[in-house]
Each structure stands twice: as structure tokens, then as C-alpha cells.
């Protein structure tokens, strides 16, 4: 990974004087949003989530394009960025971590807007490698499951906006994985042209997502279970629960089958983006792309040979809150 930081924040933050447990602050800096976890240590050793925000400023945007961040990227995501590590502060974390994924370890000037972004909040972003992001992934889905919900050897998918990372895991340990760059926002900026798309574009959507998961079958034999983390995965579990309004607790272990996403997928496909929004489960900031990480999302489940896929709303910031915790010696009392 690496780390930006001019002037890094304190370790240990003042403690909110209203909990005297400890209390752990994690942001996910993703291609097309930024999420923040803080989580509380809780005496039976759970990490009690106590606030969790989420804001699509689309960092990638024409990134599969240019090759760069743009300025109207970082400027909407410094802005997010400032404005929740603002709000995790406030709450007293012992410790905070920034980590950023596909956007800013692709781009050409990833580095720069890194360093920019880092001293805009006063503490160190770190751009994780690929396989960091995997496992962190894996570590999350299976931490949140559990084995009789997550059975091994699993598949374990997380549909970003610029990548998409695929891991098998058994028994706690990753057996192999591989991160794509077939994610919702890059695909949809390169083949999806048309509101709502056109067949042809989507024939060569899909043919190009099949084409990059073609050489990686290591990844696909004998599973016994399925997970996926990201949003497009807990937008179609939403739509699929008939949600009035999204409620993670309702979708957080949600089954979908193989059917209900091609359905969907099919479904989505033939409305427009404000069509797609004004579907509470979906809104704005996910509803022009969705369609190409539903076409993601079958194809991986048509190689898997799984009949349906577990969803989890704890994603890369849950490993990340866990892993502050585990390496903190006051959260052990709380263990």
C-alpha cells in the first residue's frame, strides 16, 4: 500500500466522553463512492456499527478514457472526504484509516491527487494494492456471514465502480483471486452510450466482460457457497426484497438467485437512468451504471455454477474497522 501524509492525525484522537469504549473510524475511497464506518468495541467483542454514510462523487469519471482523475473529481471528492473525516472525529475514534482502491491506483496522477487529498484531511490516505483489496473483501464477507451462510470453498465478488474483485476462500485462507478492470463506471462509460442502452451495446458489454474472465477458471471449481459485497449487489437485493426505501439490515444476508438478477438485469436494462432512479432502491449515483454491474454480476454467476449468491452490506471498510481494532491493545478488554 501507500501512504500520504504531510501531516498525519493524531493516533489517538480525544475520546467521546459519552462512551468510554473504544471506537474505530474506516473510509472506503472508491472509484465511484466514498463510504465511512465508525464502530464501537462492545464488551462482547462485536464491533457495534454507530455510523455509516455513503456519497457517489464518481472519482473515476473519464478515467477509463483519459488515463487521469480529473479536477471536478478530486474537487467532489475532497469535499466528501473533508466533510466525513470531519464527522468521524467528532465521534472520537482511537484510530482512523483512509484506504483508497481502483481510481487512484490506476490513474496516471493517482499519486498526486493521493497527496492533495491526504493533506485536504489532515491524516494519511493509503492506496491499496490489488490484492489487499481481495483479501480485505473476503475477510469482511466472511466475517459478516459466517460458514453456515458462507459455506467453503466460496466465491467471493465485490463490483466496484473500476474493478472488480474476485476471491476464493477456504477454511480463512484465499486460495485465489484476481481484480478486473470490468468495473460499473468504467464499463458504462465505454460501451453504454444510449439511455436506455441499445442491444448491440450491451452484446458488447457482455462479450467483453466474458472475455476478461476467461483466463482466471481457477477461481470457479467445486464452490459451495457465493457472496457479493458492493452496490450494485445491494441495490438488487433491495429491488428484489420490494424495499420502499433501503434498510441494510433487511438486505444484509439477502440470497439472490441467478434468476432474479438476470430478471432484474433484464428489467433495468430497458428503462432510462431517471427511470432507474426514481426506484427507491436504486437512486441517484448508482442508477446509470447498474446496468453494466448487472451484466458483471451474471456473468460471474453463470461461470460459478452457484444457483445464487449471498449479499453482505459489509464491505472493504468493515475488514478495515476490524483490522484498527485487532491491532489496538485498549480493545482488548472488549474481546
Known amino acids: 500500500m501507500t501512504t500520504f501524509s ?29 463510504r465511512l464506518l465508525v464502530v464501537e468495541a462492545r464488551p462482547d467483542g462485536r464491533l457495534e456499527p454507530l455510523l455509516r454514510l ?57 499519486l498526486e ?21 481481495a483479501r480485505y473483501v473476503y475477510e469482511a464477507a466472511r466475517a459478516a456471514l459466517g460458514s453456515e451462510r458462507l459455506p467453503e470453498p466460496c466465491l467471493v465478488m465485490d463490483i466496484g465502480g473500476g474493478s472488480v474483485e474476485l476471491v476464493r476462500g477456504n477454511e480463512g485462507q484465499v486460495e485465489a483471486w484476481q481484480s478486473l478492470d470490468v468495473g460499473c463506471v ?30 482466471h477458471p481457477e477461481l470457479y ?15 438488487l437485493a433491495a429491488l428484489d426484497l420490494r424495499l420502499e426505501r433501503y434498510e441494510a439490515s433487511r438486505v444484509e444476508g439477502h440470497r439472490l438467485s441467478r434468476g432474479a438478477i438476470d430478471e432484474w438485469g433484464a428489467r433495468l436494462a430497458t428503462l432510462s437512468t431517471p427511470e432507474r432512479e426514481a426506484l427507491a432502491a436504486v437512486g441517484t449515483g448508482r442508477a446509470d451504471i447498474i446496468v453494466a454491474g448487472c451484466v458483471v454480476v451474471s456473468a460471474v454467476l453463470a461461470r460459478s455454477g452457484l444457483a445464487d449468491i449471498v449479499v453482505s452490506t459489509q464491505g472493504l471498510r468493515y475488514a478495515i474497522a476490524r483490522r484498527l481494532a485487532a491491532a489496538d491493545p485498549a480493545s482488548e478488554a472488549f474481546a
Request: aromatic fraction near 2%; charged fraction near 25%; charge should be neutral.
Open 6 to 34: 504531510d501531516r498525519a492525525a493524531p493516533s489517538v484522537p480525544q475520546v467521546d466522553p459519552k462512551s468510554p469504549r473504544p471506537r474505530y473510524a474506516a473510509l472506503d475511497v472508491g472509484t465511484n463512492s466514498i
Open 113 to 133: 491527487v493521493a497527496g492533495r487529498l491526504s493533506r485536504a484531511i489532515g491524516a494519511p490516505l493509503e492506496i491499496l494494492s490489488a490484492e489487499e483489496e
Open 221 to 235: 471449481p467445486l464452490l459451495a457457497g457465493g457472496a457479493g459485497v458492493g452496490g450494485t449487489l445491494t441495490a
Open 54 to 110: 455513503g456519497e457517489s462523487c464518481r472519482l473515476g469519471e473519464g478515467l477509463d478514457a483519459r488515463g487521469v482523475i480529473s479536477g471536478d473529481a478530486e474537487n467532489r471528492a475532497a469535499r466528501t472526504l473533508v466533510r466525513f473525516v470531519r464527522r468521524a472525529r467528532s465521534m472520537g475514534p482511537r484510530a482512523m484509516r483512509v484506504a483508497a482502491t481502483h481510481a487512484l491506483r490506476s490513474a496516471s496522477n493517482g
Open 186 to 215: 468504467r464499463l458504462t462509460e465505454r460501451f453504454l452510450g444510449s439511455d436506455p442502452p441499445v442491444d448491440g451495446d450491451l452484446g458488447r458489454l457482455r462479450e467483453h466482460v466474458d472475455d476478461g474472465l476467461d483466463p
